[in-house]
């Protein structure tokens, strides 16, 4: 992923209120096409211009070509508030995020998420590495897949926290195969295999388990079919059905 800078030159009459408008809107609709990464966008007002920090997924991320149709209107809409469009300045590779997928087409995916993870929860199945959404080449976006994104990492940071207020009803919500956030999930990977007409396999968390002596005899909850595999595939899941395209680990607990 790269570090880039958004320049926004002042080309006509504007007000600070319009432009931080313009820009707030102009990003958000970035956002919800997976094409900046992230939740914080520091913006600077200097001189002539106002100027974000962003992380995109790849250096031509944020080409028209690749906008949402919500995407082309906030463009215009930086003209009609004085503001040029956007320049964009590659300031190097973001050492924080992880290496975009290289594949041009992959053959099937993963859809996987982790709080510490800002890139896109869709994964190459055989790299192991995000895609970016923008590359669907979906104009109406990815907001409610974000939105689901931004709610799955909540509850994995709770559950993550060793003194968690909340820590066993996040644990429920990640590992329970028909929690909401499981059902909307498997939705979710349900309508990309619809679209790419490809497998989308859906990971299914999983940090404790009640008897870990019974862990790797575990069944598909989705079939209640065998899927343990000899090796963990990416060296991460234990699990694996290919009729329900669902992937899992042995509990963490459990582990070492
Ligand atoms: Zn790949
Ligand atoms: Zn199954």
Redesign the pocket.
């Known amino acids: 992923m790269y570090s880039a800078e958004l320049q926004f030159r002042i080309i006509g009459d504007t007000s600070y209120a319009a432009a931080e408008t313009a820009i707030r809107v102009y990003l958000e609709a970035l956002i919800f096409q997976g094409q900046i990464l992230g939740r914080e966008f520091p913006t600077a007002f200097q001189q002539e211009q106002f100027v974000s920090r962003v992380v995109l997924p790849e250096k031509n991320a944020l080409q028209a070509a690749y906008h949402s149709q919500s995407g082309h209107k906030a463009l215009q809409a930086l003209q009609q508030a004085g503001l040029s469009y956007p320049k964009v300045l590659i300031m190097g590779i973001d050492l924080m995020s992880n290496h975009t ?3 041009e087409q ?1 053959d099937s995916y993963i859809l996987y998420c982790r709080f510490a993870q800002m890139n896109s929860v869709l994964y ?4 192991f ?1 995000p ?1 970016p959404l923008y590359l669907l080449g979906m104009q109406t976006g990815f907001e409610d897949l974000i939105r689901w994104q931004l709610q799955y990492q909540a509850l994995d940071e709770i559950q993550m926290q060793q003194h968690s207020v909340l820590l066993k009803p996040a644990e429920r919500a990640l590992q329970s195969f028909r929690s909401t956030v499981n059902v909307q999930g498997r939705q979710f990977a349900k309508r990309l295999r619809a679209h790419t007409g490809k497998p989308v396999y859906y990971a299914l968390y999983r940090g404790v388990s009640a008897d870990c002596s019974l862990e790797t005899s575990r069944c598909c909850p989705g079939c209640g079919g065998p899927w343990l595999q000899d090796e963990p595939w990416h060296d991460l899941f234990d699990f694996r059905c290919d009729s329900c395209q669902l992937v899992s680990n042995i509990a963490w607990q459990c582990q070492g």
């Not at 190459?124 to 790299?127: K, S």
């Open positions: 997928d290289p594949c992959p190459c199945a055989e790299h590495a895609v």
